[in-house]
């Protein structure tokens, strides 16, 4: 467990320490591992803090939040990233499309095709991963596990999309070992390579089943702030 009262500066620090080590007992160049730092709903300070000290890829959830916070940011420094890591609405696919570099979170047939449009339309090209759900819970989002090798040659297929990416979010009352080795299993059999998965408890157990992205927040940030 990390110390409240740890600075943002040292939690980042141990959060890649412990990246790097788990990187190297598994064989893995810890480069090749992304920090994603989940800020949305972080208040300001924290994330003027995280920028301070080099940190450059973001994770947000919502399309409109994501654009008050980064729009200027993102014609201010050329280096960052943003992916959104929340649903996605059809309507919003344009919008996510002109802000986003990554969009991980593609879970159906019409928001592929909305998605598809809007990068013909603007001339956008962000990267896209798709979403499983390993858990097949029905309250969240994503492919099922039995379908998503179809739902990849479809979206392939009709609308032209290059996937580059799987993401899940482990149930949370199950262990996270299996549901990782699961996304790991999909993704080589359909010649992906990029894994978005581990958070704050988790990480290290994902990077040991071949995580390429891991997404921080509670851990890098300290706890949310709770709205007044």
């Not at 480069?31 to 949305?40: E, F, G, N, P």
């Not at 080795?181 to 994902?206: C, H, P, Q, Y």
């Amino acid at each position: 467990m990390q110390t409240p009262d740890l600075s943002i500066s040292e939690r980042r620090a141990d959060i890649l320490a412990r990246i790097k080590k788990t990187a190297l007992s598994k064989g893995v160049d810890p480069q090749s591992i992304t920090l994603t730092a989940v800020s949305k709903v972080q208040p300001e300070n924290r994330i003027e803090d995280m920028l301070a000290i080099g940190q450059r890829v973001y994770g947000e959830n919502r399309v409109q939040e994501a654009f008050e916070r980064w729009g200027e940011r993102k014609q201010q420094i050329p280096d960052l990233k943003l992916r959104l890591i929340g649903p996605l609405q059809t309507n919003k696919a344009e919008e996510a499309v002109r802000l986003f570099d990554v969009i991980e979170t593609i879970d159906r047939l019409k928001l592929a095709q909305s998605i598809a449009k809007a990068v013909q339309k603007t001339g956008k090209n962000p990267e896209l991963f798709v979403q499983v759900n390993t858990g097949e819970e029905d309250q969240k989002a994503g492919i099922l596990p039995g379908e998503v090798d179809d739902f990849l040659k479809q979206i392939v297929s009709e609308f032209s999309l290059k996937i580059s990416g799987l993401m899940c979010i482990p149930p949370v009352d199950e262990p996270a070992g299996p549901h990782f080795a699961l996304l790991r299993k999909i993704a080589n059999r359909n010649g992906i390579s990029k894994l978005s998965m581990g958070m704050s408890s988790d990480f290290e157990t994902a990077i040991g089943f071949g995580a390429t992205h891991v997404r921080v927040g509670s851990a890098l940030f300290g706890e949310r702030i709770p709205k007044a």
